[in-house]
C-alpha cells in the first residue's frame, strides 16, 4: 500500500520504496492537500498555498499542471482513487495507515507518544518550498514538541529523570525558550541530586527569556525554581488553571446573594444565576467565583457560551468542551472529535480535581447539561436569562434590579466624593437608570471623567430625553452626544437595520457613503463602546443601545439603500452560485452605483449565509420595494440549501405586496414559488392550491410551465399518476417554446419518474438521458444530480442495482459538493434502497434520515423510516422495526400520500403494526 509521509521530505513511498519523478512544487501542491485531508481544496486557495500576495500570471496553469502530475504518479503507485475531484476543488482522501501526519494525530490520541514521535525523520515538509509550508512547519514543529512534552511529563512522573537529561538538554538547548521543557529539565536535575545544574538551567531560562522577550517566567515555573532553592523533594511543576475574568474593584451590593454563594456551597454543586439582560449576573459569578477560588485550587475556568450574544450562534457542547478542556491544560492533540468523547474527556480529566468553572450565558438546561461534571468536587456556576428550572440537582439564584442602596453604593463607588454631596440627585439619577447596573455604570462612569459636572447637572441631562427614551436607555444618550457628526449619523441610521449585525458595505449603502469612510465610522463606534464585534469585519449593538439608537433614527431613505445593496449583491453572490441560471436574472435592473464583486462560489455562499437573515429581516420590516425582484434574486438560493421557512415568508410577502398593486405577473411568480416551496416541505395539499391560483394568473410560458412541473410533482407523490403525466406534458411544450433550457431538463427528469411507474422504463431512460445531457450543456450541477439520483431510481426497478447504486453515490457526492443536505438524503435513501445487503441498507437509511431531520424533508424522512422498519424487520428486530414503521406512517398521514397503506398492510402481517 502507498504511504505518504510529511514528517520530514514529502516522499511517496510503496514498499518502503520512494517514488521518484515528481517535481518540488508538485510535491508541494500534494502535501497541501494531504494536510487538509477530508476537506475540499478550491484552486484559489491552493493557489494562495503556493504563492499567497505574489502568485504569477501562470498560477492556475502550474496548479492544474501540478494535479495532472499528482494524478499520473498516484496511478503508478497504484493510488489514484486518493485524489477526487469536487464542484469546489481537489480534496485528497487517504486510506486509514496511509498518511503519517494522521497517524501521528491518532497514536498521540491514544497516548502512545513514544510511538508517534518516531514518526518523525526531520522536520515537518523537509524539502518543500511554498508559501504555506512556513506557517504549517511551525505549526506541526509544535505538536511535535508537545507530544515530547507529555511523554517527558508522563516519564519523570515514573522516575525515569536519569534516562531522560541528555536528551531533555538538547531539546532545551533547540528550544530555549519553551518553559515547560525548561521545567522538565529544571525537575530532572534536581531529583538527580544536581540541585546546582537545575538552579543554573532555571537562571539561564530566566535571562534568555528576559532577553530575547521582555518577559518573566509564568507562575508554575516559579513555584519550581522555589522548590528547587528550598530543596523540596517532590519538587515538580505546579499546573494551575486560572481564567477568571478579571473582578471588578468597584463591585457592590448583592450581599445576600454573595452570602449564598459563598457561604452554602464548599464542595460540589451546580448553582444557576438568572435575570434579564445588564442585571449584572455576570459580574456577580464573576465576584462570587474569585471568593470561591481559595476553596478550588486546581482550577478557575470560564467560558462565555453566547445564547444572548447579538449576531451569534450559542456555542455548541464540542466548541465548549474544547475551550473547557484546553483551560484545564489538555493539549489539542488530545481532544477528541465529537462531543460525545470530549464531554468523557472532561469527566475525566475532573474526576479527582477540586475546580471551578464558570458557564456564563447559557441558553437553556440542555444547553449546559453535556458541560456538567461527573463524580469530582467541582461547583458550576451557570448564568443565563433563563430560569433553568429542568437542571435537576442544581441550586437557583434569581437576580434581580439593585436595591436603592445597592445602587446608591455602586454609584458611589464609581463616582467618589460627589455622590456623598449630592444625595437627591444621585437617587435621581438612578431612577432613571431604572436601577439597572450596566445603565448605572456607564452614567457613573461619563461622570467620573467630567470634573466639571454635577451629579444634578447629570440628572437634569437625563431628564431632558425622559420623553424620548424609558428608563435605561437615557444612559446612552450621554455617549452619543460625545460622538462627532459623522459618527452621530451611522449610529442612527443603524438603529434602523432591521437585521441584527452588518458589513462595512452594507453600512456604506445604509448611509450613502463610500466603504473605506463607513468602516472607519463603524471602527469608531467600535472604540467608543456603541458597536460591538463579535466576529472580524462585522458590527453590531448591545440590545439596550439598538433601542436607543432606534428611538433616535429618523430614515432618510437609508433602509431603501441597504435592500438595494441586498438585492444587487445577492445578484452577484447567485450569478457566481448558479452561472446557469443568470438568464433567470435578466429583469433586475443594474445597480445605479456599483455593488462590491462577488469573486467565486465559496465567497458568494459565505456571503449568503451571513447575510440571509438580514436580508429577510429587511424585507419583512423595510419598504415594500422591489421585493419580488429580491424573490427573484434569491429564491433558488433559499430552495436548494432548504430555507423554506424564509422562502415562505419572503414569497408570501411578494405575493401579498403584487396583489395590492395589481401586479400579475409577479403575483404568478410568487405563487409558483410558494407552490414549490410548499412541495418541499410536504404540504402537498398547499402546494396544489397556490399551483392552480399560479395558472389562473400566469402569463409568462415559464411561470406556467414551474406552476404545471409542481402540480406534476404534487400528482406523483399521490401516485396520480395520469394527472402527473398530463401536468408535467404540458409544462415540457411550454418549457420547449420558451427555449428555456434549464426548465426542460427538469420536467424531462420528473416525466421519467412517472413513465418509469407506468412500466415503461426505456422510455424514462431516455427522457433521462437527455434531462442529463440539458443539465451539463448549461452546467448545472445540481440538475445533474437530481437526474442521476432519478436514474438511479429506474435502475433498481429494472433490477440493475450495481448500476442504480453507482448513480445514487455520484448524486450524492455532487449534493455533497454543493451543499445540498435536503437532496443529498434523497439520494442516501435511493442507496439504501439498492444495497446489496441489509447492513448497507439500514446504514443509508441512517445517514439519510439524520440529513432530512436536519432539514426538515417529511418526504425523505418518511422513506427513511420505511427503509430501516423493513431492513430491521428482515434482521429479526420486529421492536425497531415497528418503531420506525409507526414514524413512517405518522408522515405518509401527515403528507396524505398512498404509501402509508403498503406499509400497514406489511406491518399486518407480521403482527407489528401496534
Known amino acids: 500500500m502507498p504511504r505518504f509521509t510529511l514528517l520530514g521530505p514529502v516522499q511517496v513511498t510503496v514498499d518502503d520504496v520512494p517514488l521518484t519523478g515528481i517535481a518540488p512544487r508538485h510535491r508541494a501542491v500534494l502535501a497541501y492537500l494531504l494536510l487538509n485531508a477530508g476537506r475540499v481544496i478550491g484552486i484559489e486557495r491552493l493557489i494562495d498555498a503556493m504563492w499567497g500576495h505574489d502568485r504569477p500570471d501562470t498560477a492556475r496553469s502550474q496548479i492544474h499542471a501540478s494535479i495532472t502530475a499528482i494524478r499520473k504518479a498516484l496511478r503508478g503507485a497504484g493510488a489514484v482513487q486518493l485524489l477526487e475531484t469536487r464542484a469546489g476543488g481537489y480534496v485528497a482522501r487517504p486510506e486509514p495507515g496511509q498518511l503519517d501526519t494522521r497517524e501521528f494525530t491518532e497514536l498521540v490520541a491514544a497516548g502512545d507518544l513514544r510511538a508517534a514521535l518516531d514518526l518523525w525523520r526531520g522536520e515537518a515538509l523537509e524539502d518543500v518550498h511554498a508559501h504555506y509550508v512556513s506557517g504549517a512547519r511551525e505549526l506541526w514543529r509544535d505538536r511535535r514538541l508537545a507530544a515530547y512534552e507529555r511523554l517527558v511529563e508522563g516519564e519523570l512522573a515514573e522516575g525515569r529523570h536519569g534516562d531522560l537529561l541528555d536528551e531533555l538538554a538538547a531539546q532545551v538547548n533547540a528550544n530555549p525558550l519553551r518553559e515547560r521543557l525548561n521545567g522538565h529539565l529544571v525537575l530532572a536535575l534536581h531529583r538527580a541530586g544536581r540541585q546546582a545544574d537545575a538552579l543554573a538551567a532555571a537562571r539561564s531560562y530566566r535571562t534568555a527569556l528576559a532577553e530575547e522577550q521582555g518577559l518573566d517566567p509564568g507562575h508554575a515555573f516559579v513555584e519550581l525554581e ?104 489538555v493539549p489539542a492533540e488530545r481532544i477528541p472529535a465529537t462531543a460525545a468523547e470530549r464531554g468523557a474527556l472532561w469527566r475525566a480529566e475532573l474526576a479527582g480535581r477540586r475546580v471551578l468553572a464558570v458557564l456564563d450565558n447559557a441558553l437553556d438546561a440542555e444547553h449546559v447539561r453535556p458541560l456538567l461534571p461527573g463524580h469530582s468536587d467541582t ?17 437557583a439564584l434569581s437576580v434581580d434590579v439593585l436595591g436603592e442602596e445597592e445602587a446608591v453604593e455602586l454609584f458611589g463607588r464609581i463616582v467618589g466624593e460627589r455622590a456623598s454631596c449630592e444625595a437627591e440627585a444621585v437617587r435621581d439619577v438612578l431612577r432613571l437608570c431604572g436601577h439597572l447596573p450596566l445603565a448605572i455604570r456607564i452614567s457613573a462612569a461619563r461622570l467620573q471623567h467630567r470634573p466639571r459636572w454635577t451629579v444634578a447637572y447629570l440628572a437634569d441631562r437625563l431628564r431632558d430625553h425622559r420623553r424620548l427614551l424609558d428608563g435605561v436607555s437615557a444612559a446612552f444618550t450621554l455617549s452619543y452626544e460625545q460622538l462627532d457628526e459623522a459618527q452621530r449619523r451611522m449610529f442612527r441610521l443603524l438603529g434602523l437595520v432591521p437585521g441584527r449585525d452588518i458589513d462595512p458595505y452594507g453600512a456604506a449603502a445604509l448611509a450613502g457613503i463610500p466603504e473605506e469612510e463607513a468602516e472607519e465610522l463603524l471602527e469608531g463606534l467600535l472604540d467608543a463602546h456603541m458597536l460591538l464585534q463579535l466576529e472580524p469585519g462585522r458590527y453590531t449593538f448591545h440590545d439596550l443601545l439598538r433601542e436607543h439608537a432606534r428611538s433616535i433614527a429618523e430614515d432618510d431613505g437609508a433602509v431603501m439603500r441597504l435592500l438595494a445593496y441586498y438585492l444587487h449583491r445577492s445578484r452577484a453572490a447567485m450569478d457566481r452560485l ?261 447492513a448497507g441498507a439500514v446504514e443509508g437509511h441512517t445517514a439519510a434520515l439524520a440529513l432530512a431531520e436536519l432539514t426538515r424533508n417529511r418526504p425523505e424522512r418518511a422513506r427513511a423510516h420505511e427503509g430501516l422498519a423493513r431492513a430491521h424487520l428482515t434482521l429479526g428486530s420486529p421492536e425497531r422495526a415497528c418503531e420506525h414503521g409507526r414514524l413512517a406512517l405518522a408522515l405518509y398521514d401527515e403528507l396524505g400520500v398512498p404509501e402509508g397503506g403498503e406499509l400497514r398492510a406489511l406491518l399486518d402481517l407480521t403482527g407489528e403494526s401496534g
Open 226 to 329: 522555589r522548590a528547587v532553592l528550598t530543596d523540596t523533594p517532590s519538587a515538580a511543576p505546579v499546573r494551575r488553571s486560572a481564567f477568571l475574568p478579571y473582578d471588578i474593584p468597584d463591585f457592590s451590593g448583592r450581599g445576600a446573594e454573595v452570602e449564598r454563594l459563598v457561604g452554602e456551597y464548599r464542595g460540589a454543586a451546580v448553582i444557576t444565576i438568572d435575570g434579564m439582560a445588564g442585571i449584572g449576573k455576570t459580574t456577580l459569578a464573576v465576584h462570587a467565583a474569585h471568593r470561591l477560588a481559595g476553596r478550588y485550587p486546581d482550577g478557575q475556568l470560564f467560558i462565555d457560551l453566547q445564547a444572548h450574544t447579538a449576531g451569534r450562534e450559542p456555542v455548541d457542547a464540542a466548541a465548549a468542551l474544547e475551550a473547557l478542556l484546553r483551560q484545564l491544560g
Open 379 to 395: 461547583l458550576v456556576l451557570v448564568t443565563g436569562r433563563r430560569r433553568l428550572v429542568d437542571l435537576d440537582g442544581a441550586g
Open 578 to 838: 448558479f452561472p446557469h441560471t443568470v438568464g433567470q436574472r435578466e429583469g433586475i435592473p443594474q445597480p445605479a452605483t456599483p455593488v462590491p464583486p462577488v469573486r467565486d462560489a465559496a465567497e458568494a455562499i459565505a456571503w449568503l449565509d451571513a447575510e440571509r437573515a438580514n436580508i429577510i429581516a429587511t424585507a419583512v420590516q423595510g419598504p415594500e420595494i422591489c421585493l419580488g425582484l429580491l424573490a427573484l434574486a434569491i429564491g433558488l438560493y433559499l430552495d436548494r440549501y432548504a430555507h423554506h421557512d424564509d422562502a415562505l415568508t419572503l414569497h408570501t410577502l411578494v405575493l401579498r405586496r403584487s396583489r395590492t398593486l395589481g401586479d400579475r405577473g409577479v403575483q404568478a411568480r410568487a405563487l409558483a414559488d410558494l407552490a414549490w416551496t410548499h412541495w418541499r416541505l410536504g404540504d402537498y395539499e398547499r402546494a396544489r392550491e397556490h399551483a392552480e391560483q399560479a395558472l389562473d394568473v400566469c402569463e409568462k410560458a415559464e411561470e406556467r410551465a414551474l406552476a404545471l412541473l409542481a402540480l406534476g410533482n404534487v400528482a406523483l407523490r399521490r401516485h396520480r399518476d395520469a394527472e402527473a403525466e398530463k401536468h408535467l406534458r404540458q409544462a415540457l411544450d411550454l418549457t420547449r417554446i420558451g427555449a428555456d433550457t434549464w426548465g426542460e431538463a427538469h420536467v424531462l427528469g420528473i416525466l421519467a419518474l412517472v413513465l418509469d411507474r407506468a412500466d415503461r422504463p426505456e422510455e424514462a431512460r431516455r427522457h433521462l438521458d437527455l434531462a442529463l445531457a440539458l443539465h451539463r450543456k448549461v452546467g448545472n450541477p445540481a440538475g445533474e444530480a437530481v437526474t442521476l439520483n432519478h436514474l438511479g431510481v429506474v435502475l433498481r426497478h429494472q433490477g440493475e442495482l450495481s448500476q442504480a447504486r453507482v448513480r445514487h453515490e455520484q448524486a450524492a457526492a455532487l449534493y455533497r459538493g454543493l451543499g445540498n443536505a435536503a437532496d443529498e438524503a434523497a439520494a442516501l435513501n435511493g442507496l439504501a434502497e439498492a444495497a446489496d445487503d441489509l
